[in-house]
């Protein structure tokens, strides 16, 4: 049967695997993205320069102080995510009341002015990172380097824990809540203004945690964000603005979709995830998790 | 995406001393290439630099030259390129325009540059069209192409064994042209080419690709593209065990910053042609030590190194000619003089705007080979000027009769 479409069964397999592992990195991104907007209004296109600001930070905790791939996973996320923190309290905070589009255009600034630093100091062919999971398994059908596996169990872990705790958790409800009416949620006690803050802080620290996954895998170039971002963007549009269960779906959906394109028609794979969209927007603008208010 | 600020900046190199009454040639060349993308490592402000060292080297004031220098970014878009190159002629005056990396906008500039009556050379795109179908009486294709390429690192691989080969290539015409072009040596030294992928440029995962020339059972996977597109796919084969299952890759087309960004572990006993290696002799070691204090210790490559070299001569030409006003008188006259300069030494500009010279078949040190940052290469194979490059009467050039 499938040798009827001229790709062997192997061939395919391998492909899906690995646009599944693509999907990860597009889950754990759009994942951030969808959290900020959802609950803060703010599309935030610094979250490219925060993915690659996660990359730097565990290169430069490894060359400069000796900290491993592992203790990077834990501290890279919480420095960028501290950084993300600053922001929001010294200039997102101000947009709040204004329309989407300034908190887009100082994100916007920012990510430029961002990885302007980072191209000054390091240039852009890039620093290798060492893999700390080198090695891998023949699956049959492909060769698995571990590293990608676990790339995969992570960000699954990341991403179901994450809806876990907003969907259905106390604290996600009093999130939940504190986007639709602030006033209310504020009344009953809750500082609200904290809650934001820290999600704000959550949601760039994933930008960062999906940074250290990329550091093994790609260069770690400053340039590496901003070829990933729109991509990203994509899939959050598809998945429905601020819809979490969307944003996974989609992420992993989309890395399968872009996978096999990569088979049937290479030269199309980074404009298919942009097809997509346009005919998702067109069937259901709202995006396919997305409700309509 | 990004539409970074185009212009960057303007800087009078040489406002020249002026003592005698006799009236200086005013010449403004343009430096145009990468200066924010994956390319511009390997291009960028080091080009600027050596432009601006050769000016200096040069001493216009005693040639009576005026000689100003500008620089700015074309993002690798044929678009932007041209419209900055418009710019530049119609409107500020330049009047030579060297360095542009990026095939495609090559392309675009060399047309330009015949419409203008101006002057082109390029030095850091590789397609060998510039000398073959769109040769120009205006454009001169400096330091390497993609047949010079094909012609050192894949004929050295097909006569070691590698016989069946794989293309990973960019898509766009750079990838096209070297794909071409090592295809076209490897068949004629009795190998075949089982298959081909073109990737979009630029690109960040490779692993399908990998992937698929894995699939296809070829001994030797052929990169064909550049910059860091071809740093992630030499990276990504390691993590995918390739070299270790049995296939070898061929780097087309590697530059220095390349293997520096990629570390001796993944790139060791890679094989690639150059046109220049900053560790070759003394003259090389001092143009690099000065080049690595002006630009955070980083090393030439091959292309800054072509940019000295070009505009060298073209100053030489334009003081012997006297004025810069006639594009293709110019470059008739840098045809007519030998080149000789500290970095590229003796050689000749051919018919069809071919610079000719020797090339070298390196191959990257182990880690315990190399004494340091920068010490990468060892010299396999010089490769004589007079069997470098593609012989004048196959390019289709019709400048050639």
Same mark, same amino acid.
């Given at each position: 049967?499938?040798?009827?479409?001229?790709?062997?069964?192997?061939?395919?397999?391998?492909? @899906?695997?690995?646009?599944?592992?693509?999907?990860?990195?597009?889950?754990?991104?759009?994942?951030?993205?969808?959290?900020?907007?959802?609950?803060?209004?703010?599309?935030?296109?610094?979250?490219?320069?925060?993915?690659?600001?996660?990359? *730097?930070?565990?290169?430069?905790?490894?060359?400069?102080?000796?900290?491993?791939?592992?203790?990077?996973?834990?501290?890279?996320?919480?420095?960028?995510?501290?950084?993300?923190?600053?922001?929001?309290?010294?200039?997102?905070?101000?947009?709040?009341?204004? !329309?989407?589009?300034?908190?887009?255009?100082?994100?916007?600034?920012?990510?430029?002015?961002?990885?302007?630093? *980072?191209?000054?100091?390091?240039?852009?062919?890039?620093?290798?990172?060492?893999?700390?999971?080198?090695?891998?398994?023949?699956?049959?059908?492909?060769?698995?380097?571990?590293?990608?596996?676990?790339?995969?169990?992570?960000?699954?872990?990341?991403?179901?824990?994450?809806?876990?705790?907003?969907?259905?958790?106390?604290?996600?409800?009093?999130?939940?809540?504190?986007?639709?009416?602030? !006033?209310?949620?504020?009344?009953?006690?809750?500082?609200?203004? @904290?809650?934001?803050?820290?999600?704000?802080?959550?949601?760039?620290?994933?930008?960062?945690?999906?940074?250290?996954?990329?550091?093994?895998?790609?260069?770690?170039?400053?340039?590496?964000?901003?070829?990933?971002?729109? /991509?990203?963007?994509?899939? /959050?549009?598809?998945?429905?603005?601020?819809?979490?269960?969307?944003?996974?779906?989609?992420?992993?959906?989309?890395?399968?979709?872009?996978?096999?394109?990569?088979?049937?028609?290479?030269?199309?794979?980074?404009?298919?995830? *942009?097809?997509?969209?346009?005919?998702?927007?067109?069937?259901?603008?709202?995006?396919?998790?997305?409700?309509?208010? | 995406?990004?539409?970074?600020?185009?212009?960057?900046?303007?800087?009078?190199?040489?406002?020249?001393?002026?003592?005698?009454?006799?009236?200086?040639?005013?010449?403004?060349?343009?430096?145009?290439?990468?200066?924010?993308?994956?390319?511009?490592?390997?291009?960028?402000? $080091?080009?600027?630099?050596?432009?601006?060292?050769?000016?200096?080297?040069?001493?216009?004031?005693?040639?009576?030259?005026?000689?100003?220098?500008?620089?700015?970014?074309?993002?690798?878009?044929?678009?932007?390129?041209?419209?900055?190159?418009?710019?530049?002629?119609?409107?500020?005056?330049?009047?030579?325009?060297?360095?542009?990396?990026?095939?495609?906008?090559?392309?675009?500039?060399?047309?330009?540059?015949?419409?203008?009556?101006?002057?082109?050379?390029?030095?850091?795109?590789?397609?060998?069209?510039?000398?073959?179908?769109?040769?120009?009486?205006?454009?001169?294709?400096?330091?390497?192409?993609?047949?010079?390429?094909?012609?050192?690192?894949?004929?050295?691989?097909?006569?070691?064994?590698?016989?069946?080969?794989?293309?990973?290539?960019?898509?766009?015409?750079?990838?096209?042209?070297?794909?071409?072009?090592?295809?076209?040596?490897?068949?004629?030294?009795?190998?075949?080419?089982?298959?081909?992928?073109?990737?979009?440029?630029?690109?960040?995962?490779?692993?399908?690709?990998?992937?698929?020339?894995?699939?296809? $059972?070829?001994?030797?996977?052929?990169?064909?593209?550049? $910059?860091?597109?071809?740093?992630?796919?030499?990276?990504?084969?390691?993590?995918?065990?390739?070299?270790?299952?049995?296939?070898?890759?061929?780097?087309?087309?590697?530059?220095?910053?390349?293997?520096?960004?990629?570390?001796?572990?993944?790139?060791?006993?890679?094989?690639?042609?150059?046109?220049?290696?900053?560790?070759?002799?003394?003259?090389?070691?001092?143009?690099?030590?000065?080049?690595?204090?002006?630009?955070? $210790?980083?090393?030439?490559?091959?292309?800054?190194?072509?940019?000295?070299?070009?505009?060298?001569?073209?100053?030489?030409?334009?003081?012997?000619?006297?004025?810069?006003?006639?594009?293709?008188?110019?470059?008739?006259?840098?045809?007519?003089?030998?080149?000789?300069?500290?970095?590229?030494?003796?050689?000749?500009?051919?018919?069809?705007?071919?610079?000719?010279?020797?090339?070298?078949?390196?191959?990257?040190?182990?880690?315990?080979?190399?004494?340091?940052?920068?010490?990468?290469?060892?010299?396999?194979?010089?490769?004589?000027?007079?069997?470098?490059?593609?012989?004048?009467?196959?390019?289709?050039?019709?400048?050639?009769?």
């Amino acid at each position: 049967m499938l040798e009827l479409i001229g790709v062997s069964p192997q061939m395919l397999f391998g492909q @899906l695997m690995l646009g599944l592992i693509n999907g990860a990195f597009y889950a754990v991104l759009s994942l951030g993205l969808a959290v900020i907007f959802g609950l803060l209004n703010v599309i935030n296109f610094t979250h490219g320069a925060q993915y690659m600001m996660g990359a *730097f930070v565990a290169y430069i905790l490894l060359v400069v102080f000796g900290v491993p791939y592992w203790g990077a996973l834990v501290l890279a996320p919480v420095i960028v995510g501290a950084v993300g923190i600053v922001i929001e309290r010294t200039m997102l905070r101000r947009l709040y009341h204004l !329309d989407h589009l300034y908190g887009l255009l100082l994100t916007f600034g920012l990510a430029l002015i961002i990885e302007g630093l *980072f191209r000054a100091r390091y240039g852009v062919s890039g620093q290798p990172y060492p893999n700390p999971l080198p090695g891998g398994t023949n699956l049959g059908f492909m060769f698995l380097p571990t590293y990608r596996g676990w790339v995969v169990v992570a960000s699954l872990v990341v991403c179901f824990g994450t809806w876990l705790v907003i969907e259905r958790t106390k604290l996600g409800s009093y999130l939940r809540a504190a986007t639709e009416r602030p !006033d209310l949620v504020q009344a009953f006690g809750i500082n609200v203004p @904290l809650m934001i803050t820290l999600t704000y802080g959550f949601g760039v620290a994933l930008a960062g945690f999906a940074g250290v996954l990329a550091a093994p895998i790609y260069q770690v170039s400053p340039l590496m964000g901003a070829n990933l971002i729109i /991509v990203v963007f994509a899939v /959050v549009v598809i998945g429905g603005m601020g819809s979490i269960l969307g944003a996974i779906v989609t992420g992993y959906a989309l890395g399968i979709v872009e996978g096999l394109t990569k088979v049937f028609y290479p030269e199309a794979s980074n404009t298919v995830i *942009f097809v997509v969209m346009a005919i998702v927007l067109l069937l259901k603008p709202a995006g396919l998790f997305g409700t309509a208010k | 995406m990004m539409k970074r600020t185009l212009l960057a900046g303007l800087s009078a190199v040489a406002l020249a001393a002026a003592s005698g009454a006799a009236a200086q040639t005013e010449v403004t060349i343009g430096v145009l290439n990468d200066q924010s993308g994956l390319y511009s490592d390997l291009t960028g402000q $080091g080009s600027v630099w050596a432009a601006r060292k050769a000016i200096e080297d040069f001493d216009p004031a005693a040639h009576g030259l005026e000689v100003e220098l500008v620089f700015a970014d074309h993002q690798n878009k044929p678009d932007v390129g041209s419209s900055v190159a418009r710019q530049w002629y119609d409107v500020d005056g330049v009047d030579m325009i060297v360095d542009v990396p990026t095939s495609s906008v090559a392309l675009a500039v060399n047309e330009l540059t015949r419409e203008r009556n101006k002057v082109f050379l390029s030095s850091g795109a590789a397609t060998s069209d510039l000398t073959g179908k769109a040769c120009s009486p205006n454009t001169v294709h400096w330091t390497y192409d993609t047949w010079s390429l094909a012609n050192g690192t894949g004929k050295a691989i097909v006569e070691t064994g590698g016989e069946s080969w794989f293309f990973i290539t960019a898509d766009y015409a750079f990838g096209h042209a070297l794909e071409r072009d090592t295809s076209a040596v490897v068949e004629a030294n009795g190998g075949e080419v089982v298959g081909t992928v073109r990737h979009p440029f630029p690109g960040s995962d490779f692993s399908s690709f990998l992937l698929q020339a894995q699939a296809s $059972g070829a001994e030797i996977i052929g990169l064909a593209n550049a $910059g860091g597109d071809t740093v992630n796919t030499v990276k990504q084969a390691a993590e995918f065990g390739i070299v270790q299952s049995g296939q070898s890759l061929a780097a087309l087309l590697m530059f220095l910053t390349d293997v520096h960004a990629l570390g001796l572990d993944v790139a060791q006993g890679l094989i690639f042609t150059e046109a220049w290696y900053w560790d070759l002799n003394d003259a090389n070691r001092a143009f690099a030590e000065e080049f690595a204090a002006a630009n955070n $210790g980083q090393h030439p490559t091959m292309v800054h190194a072509g940019v000295y070299s070009a505009v060298t001569h073209y100053l030489k030409a334009i003081a012997e000619v006297g004025s810069a006003e006639d594009g293709a008188a110019v470059v008739a006259a840098m045809k007519e003089m030998p080149t000789n300069d500290r970095l590229f030494g003796e050689g000749e500009i051919r018919q069809d705007g071919r610079k000719i010279h020797d090339m070298y078949l390196f191959e990257v040190k182990a880690p315990e080979e190399s004494q340091g940052p920068w010490d990468y290469y060892t010299l396999r194979a010089t490769i004589p000027a007079a069997e470098a490059f593609r012989p004048l009467a196959e390019g289709e050039c019709p400048l050639v009769n």
